[in-house]
Structures are given as C-alpha cells and as structure tokens.
C-alpha cells in the first residue's frame, strides 16, 4: 500500500512539474515572438530612414558617409536575417525516432521529455547550423543540426547526426 502511494505521489509530482514547464516553455516562446515582432518593424523603419540618409549622402557627392551607412545597412540586414536563421528550431516541439522531445528557447534553454521525465538542459551554437545541447542532471551531450525549418538530425557527435527528428505543430 505504501509503495502504491509513492508511486501515485511520484506520479502527480512529475505531471504536475511536466505541466509547470511546458507552461513556461510556452510562455518563454510567446515571449521570444512577441519581441521579434516587436522588433522587426523597428528595423524596418530603422532601414527605411538609412536608406533616405544613403540617398542624401548620394546627392551631396559624400563619400564618407556613402560609405559609413551603406555599411550600417549591410550590418542590419546581415544581422536580422542571421538571427531569424539562428533561431529557427526554436518555438517548435521536436519529436526523435525513440518518442524522446525537445523544445527549445531563444534564451538557450530548454527541456527533453523522455519517458514522461522530464529534463533541462542548455543550448548553444557551434557552428552554422549546428548546435549542441548538455542535460543539466547528468552532463551528457547531444548535438544537433538544422537543414532546413522542418529538418532537424540529432547525433552523440557533431560528426554523426543519424537520428532525424520530426517537428510537432
């Protein structure tokens, strides 16, 4: 009977911490969105107005400062388009071969469910495209790679990748 009752309390303590952190890893990317768009009229707005100062240096015959903002909006663009491409795995549920998930924040965190366990661990950039991640419990490493929106491989190296995850919508 007591074991029966742990068991039970086990239970509904992994559901109920499973439910806490999902709802933060919801909140975490409506968060991440709601600053993105919040941004990105921003940077178009700061774009338009360099694009006008690139138009005025053009007609003013000023080198320097051609020079100066083509640079800025060479720096913009390049910055805007890398982010986006940087963190397009993120928002999504990722499901293995295996039935294990993974979702990911902009933050560099995120949670492997496995089991109906779940764990945290933390994400970083290696390479373009690929990104390694360490469970915070154990220390143990996953990496992974991003072709596209929809393709993402996970492997025990960065050099082999031979699982393919599935994105859940």
């Not at 999504?92 to 295996?98: A, D, E, G, Q």
């Not at 965190?109 to 373009?128: A, D, H, P, T």
């Not at 154990?138 to 599935?166: I, T």
């Amino acid at each position: 009977m007591k074991i029966q009752l742990l068991l039970l309390f086990a239970t509904l303590t992994t559901t109920l911490a499973s439910d806490v952190l999902r709802e933060l890893n919801i909140l975490n990317e409506r968060y991440d969105k709601a600053i993105q768009e919040a941004i990105t009229p921003i940077d178009a707005r700061y774009l338009e107005e360099l694009e006008k100062l690139l138009k005025k240096a053009s007609d003013e015959r000023n080198t320097e400062a051609i020079l100066a903002i083509g640079e800025k909006i060479k720096q913009t663009q390049k910055t805007t388009t890398r982010e986006k491409e940087r963190y397009s795995f993120v928002g999504s549920m990722w499901v293995s071969p295996f039935n294990t998930k993974y979702s990911f924040t902009n933050d560099g965190r995120g949670v492997q469910e496995k089991n109906g366990s779940m764990e945290l661990f933390k994400w970083e950039k290696m390479r373009e495209g690929v990104f390694k991640i360490i469970i915070e419990s154990s220390g143990k490493l996953l990496f992974f790679k991003q072709n596209s929106d929809n393709d993402l491989l996970m492997g025990v190296s960065s050099d082999v990748l031979d699982q393919r995850l599935s994105k859940i919508e």
